[in-house]
């Protein structure tokens, strides 16, 4: 099975109670891509959707370590 990489590899930081955006996007294996949160804690407030996009207004201050990982076409989800 081929390797996914994601990318941006790190997020800008978010501000507490502003609007945040940022799109996951893949290179890799082959297309459509599912991604999911697979390891730590996404910070309250923020969604990541399926698709890559994260969205929200961050409500908590503190460092958040997560994973997220991507799914090609051929891989298994959940």
């Not at 099975?1 to 997020?11: D, K, N, S, Y």
């Not at 390891?39 to 969205?55: Q, R």
């Amino acid at each position: 099975m081929p390797t996914i990489e994601l990318f941006p590899a790190t997020l800008a930081n978010a501000i507490v109670d502003s609007p945040y955006t940022a799109n996951i996007q893949a290179l890799g294996g082959t297309s459509p891509y599912t991604f999911a949160v697979t390891d730590g804690t996404f910070p309250p407030g923020l969604n990541l959707s399926n698709t890559g996009a994260i969205t929200g207004t961050p409500v908590t201050v503190s460092t958040f370590n997560f994973t997220i990982t991507a799914y090609d076409i051929y891989s298994s989800y959940g």
